[in-house]
Nanobody
Framework: VQLQASGGGLVQDGGSLRLSCAASERTFSGGVMGWFRQAPGKEREFVAAYRWGYGTAAYAASVKGRFTISRDNAKKMVYLQMNSLKPEDTAVYYC????????????????????WGQGTLVTVSS
């Protein structure tokens, strides 16, 4: 499974960015695609996930209401729209995928994701 994340950059406090993750064909037969992020000196943490089979999304409490995960099947893309960005959102953002249908409580566990993209850096200035 090949994943390619893009869309990161430098934005001011309160600004917006949209991240993209291009996935290979296999991931669209089911499973989950998620976004995680890792700030300097911190563990990689869950941001959002989308379950293909259920058509549902899940979000970390810290981003709920500001970030939206969505997909485009025709383009084989998953997006993370990030609004009202804050300096604490600064991190390298990674997309991960598993072809398994995870239960809701497992979506935030990075160990459940089998493949990862290379990451894209998001920097929010104050």
């Amino acid at each position: 499974v090949q994943l390619q994340a893009s869309g990161g950059g430098l934005v001011q406090d309160g600004g917006s960015l949209r991240l993209s993750c291009a996935a290979s064909e296999r991931t669209f037969s089911g499973g989950v695609m998620g976004w995680f992020r890792q700030a300097p000196g911190k563990e990689r943490e869950f941001v959002a996930a989308y379950r293909w089979g259920y058509g549902t999304a899940a979000y970390a409490a810290s981003v709920k209401g500001r970030f939206t995960i969505s997909r485009d099947n025709a383009k084989k893309m998953v997006y993370l729209q990030m609004n009202s960005l804050k300096p604490e959102d600064t991190a390298v953002y990674y997309c991960g995928v598993t072809t398994r249908n995870l239960i809701y409580s497992a979506l935030s566990s990075r160990a459940e994701y089998d493949f990862w993209g290379q990451g894209t850096l998001v920097t929010v200035s104050s």
